[in-house]
Nanobody, 114 residues
Framework: VQLQASGGGTVQAGESLRLSCAAS????????MGWYRQAPGKQREFVAR???????QYADSVKGRFAISKDNAKRTWYLQTSDLKPEDTAVYYC?????????WGQGTQVTVSS
């Protein structure tokens, strides 16, 4: 299974981006789908997760600003970001839990300038 993340870019503080993660197969069997990020010199951290039943979870740092969603028909999940801050600058990785495995996409860079 391959995951392809896209949608990153360079924006100014306060702006928005929508990240997408497209899977090479149906996502119906995925237990959960999510997003993590890694800033330079820092460890990868959890951002958001959507469970197969639609329940969502967010890191405290992004609650109220980011929203995760999925489209089973398109085999894609999204991270709608808003009110971006310079501290949101990172490589964003999509992930998916399938069986006992955690799958990763290749990452997409988000850079927020002040």
């Amino acid at each position: 299974v391959q995951l392809q993340a896209s949608g990153g870019g360079t924006v100014q503080a306060g702006e928005s981006l929508r990240l997408s993660c497209a899977a090479s197969r149906s996502i119906v069997a995925f237990k959960s789908m999510g997003w993590y990020r890694q800033a330079p010199g820092k460890q990868r951290e959890f951002v958001a997760r959507i469970i197969a039943n639609g329940d969502t979870q967010y890191a405290d740092s992004v609650k109220g600003r980011f929203a995760i969603s999925k489209d089973n028909a398109k085999r894609t999940w999204y991270l709608q970001t808003s009110d971006l801050k310079p501290e949101d600058t990172a490589v964003y990785y999509c992930s998916a839990a399938l069986g006992g495995n955690l799958l990763w996409g290749q990452g997409t860079q988000v850079t927020v300038s002040s």
